[in-house]
């Protein structure tokens, strides 16, 4: 397996940031990885990457994510790209429609192209900018429900709800892997498993949909 | 003079005083080494032939002084001959901005923003050639005319595309504070699109097209020495439903890495990047993103 380097953490999740040029990714990933916020950002070309580890429910969880160019011939690289991705967290600006109306298009994408299980956050950025704002949150709010998805509206200029998106999609991923080690040592012991037990989701044999990430 | 330090080269492309995370330089002008102003007018015979061979040696010791990058680039990208005389270049210079200014007028008769000081960030086609929420007037009017050509209808799908880059160019530098340079930017660009229909536009060319824009005053000028270093990189933007032409460029990386290197290689296939993705931008915008304007400048010239 892949990850003997760095046994610093105890889970690894990959997490893609997707969502049309401009609205945010690069700064809502600095913002998280380096609490920082660039207002001269530059247009990300092919892939970038960043990562931090953080605790959730005591373990310690490693983030890698991989940010994106948003224009949309550079999705030619997109199985490299979702392979082994275990969240994502889908960006639209909340001061351009357009970046809300192209949400469908990026979860047909995700659903073509990444494990069917993955864990998806819908995040309207730049809600410091109400004035601006085109899209309400009921309308987001009422998508995100139809899609099954998690919502919140954040604003990596002012680190608003930032670190929370981030937390809760690693939260959830970190319940689903739980809960389908559990199902696993179940229904492989046939008895429960004792509280304490380290679960290293990188030997699950059986669970071959939640591939760790990059394990090429 | 030999033995006189060497200067800073900062000062020639200014940062705005608020913008402090940029990379610092280390790119010095050295007397005797970098091609200086004096030792650039005398390569030139008296008909303008350039001893390109001297020229080319002095650039590879020390680079290029700043204040004539632009007219030494011109023929480093091939846009002329050395053996061309004054004249004959002259000749090809108005030539080449005559139909630059065709090209340009025919972009700006389908769509006005094109030359007018001006560009776009939204959208203001749909794919299928219908008015968008952002549609102005002018691509209304252009489609009550009757269906688009789809050379026409896939144009203007970049268009907004190009204005988020170029607003996104390079800021840092004072000289994208003004107007008239990111319109410039823009317009190249968008001409550029409009004669590369297979390349059309793609992120990152912003990036490769900033420094012409910022060396040579003319745009046409500017626009030729794009279109000449494009000739050389549009592969890597040439993209298609499945692939992305860099690629090509990537599997030499790795194939190069694991016959020299292959202890790195293993290493990188250990860390999950054995496709060597993280390489797509260093070899697109030929690590202009890795240096500081004036080193990648320094880095493209030697």
């Known amino acids: 397996m892949a990850y003997k ?12 940031l997707i969502g049309d040029s401009g ?10 990885t380096r609490n ?9 070309i092919g892939v970038e990457f960043a990562t931090r580890t953080l605790q959730v429910e005591g373990k310690t969880v490693k983030a890698q994510i991989w940010d994106t160019a948003g224009q949309e011939r550079y999705r030619a690289i997109t199985s490299a790209y979702y392979r082994g991705a275990v969240g994502a967290l889908l960006v639209y600006d909340i001061t351009k429609r357009q970046t809300f109306d192209n949400v469908l298009r990026w979860l047909r994408e995700l659903r073509d192209h990444a494990d069917s299980n993955i864990v998806i956050m819908m995040a309207g950025n730049k809600s410091d900018l109400n004035h601006l704002r085109a899209v309400s949150t009921e309308d987001a709010q009422s998508l995100a429900e139809s899609e099954g998805l998690s919502f919140m509206e954040t ?6 709800n930032i670190e929370k998106a981030f937390q809760t999609v690693l939260l959830d991923i970190y319940q689903i892997i739980r809960k389908k080690a559990l199902a696993a040592q179940e229904s492989a012991s046939g008895t429960g498993v004792p509280q304490g037990t380290t679960i290293n989701v990188n030997n699950m044999s059986d669970n071959a949909n939640k591939k760790p990430c990059c394990s090429t | 003079m030999w033995g006189a330090p060497a200067e800073p080269a900062d000062s020639y492309y200014e940062v705005r005083p608020e913008c402090t995370d940029v990379p610092v330089t280390k790119f010095k002008i050295k007397p005797g080494k970098t091609l200086s102003v ?3 007018q005398t390569s030139f015979a008296p008909d303008g032939q350039l001893d390109i061979g001297k020229t080319l040696n002095r650039i590879h010791r020390g680079g290029i002084h700043p204040t004539i990058r632009g007219e030494v680039w011109e023929f480093l990208l091939g846009c002329f001959d050395p053996k061309s005389t004054y004249e004959e270049r ?12 065709k ?18 960030t939204a959208p203001v086609i749909t794919e299928d050639g219908g008015d968008g929420p952002n549609s102005t007037e002018i691509v209304q009017e252009l489609i009550n005319r009757g269906p688009l050509d789809k050379k026409i209808i896939d144009w203007l799908l970049l268009l907004h595309q190009i204005g988020l880059d170029v607003k996104r160019t390079d800021r840092s530098l004072v000289f994208y504070e003004k107007q008239e340079n990111l319109s410039k930017l823009w317009d190249i660009l968008a001409v550029y699109a409009w004669i590369d229909t297979d390349v059309g536009y793609c992120q990152g060319m912003s990036d490769l097209c900033s420094p012409m824009i910022i ?3 003319d745009e046409a000028d500017s626009f030729w020495c794009f279109e000449r270093l494009m000739r050389r990189l549009r592969g890597n933007f040439r993209c298609t439903e499945s692939s992305v032409g860099v690629e090509t460029q990537l599997s030499h990386l790795a194939a190069v890495t694991q016959v020299i290197d292959p202890k790195l290689h293993q290493h990188l296939e250990t860390l999950g990047g054995g496709d060597y993705l993280f390489a797509v931008r260093m070899l697109m915008v030929l690590f202009r993103r890795e240096f500081s304007f004036c080193d990648s400048l320094y880095l493209w010239e030697v």
């Open chain 1, 155 to 160: 604003s990596a200029l002012e680190a608003f």
């Open chain 2, 215 to 217: 060396l040579l005053d």
């Open chain 1, 5 to 16: 380097v760095d046994h610093e953490y105890d889970y690894l999740f990959k997490i893609v």
């Open chain 2, 38 to 40: 004096r030792k650039w």
């Open chain 2, 103 to 120: 090209w340009k007028n025919d972009c700006r008769e389908i769509f006005p923003v094109v030359g007018s000081g001006q560009f776009i």
């Open chain 1, 36 to 44: 920082e916020f660039c207002l001269e950002s530059k247009s990300t």
């Open chain 1, 23 to 32: 609205v945010g990714k690069s700064n809502i990933l600095s913002r998280f």
């Open chain 2, 90 to 101: 002259e000749q090809l210079r108005q030539q080449r901005r005559e139909q630059y200014q």
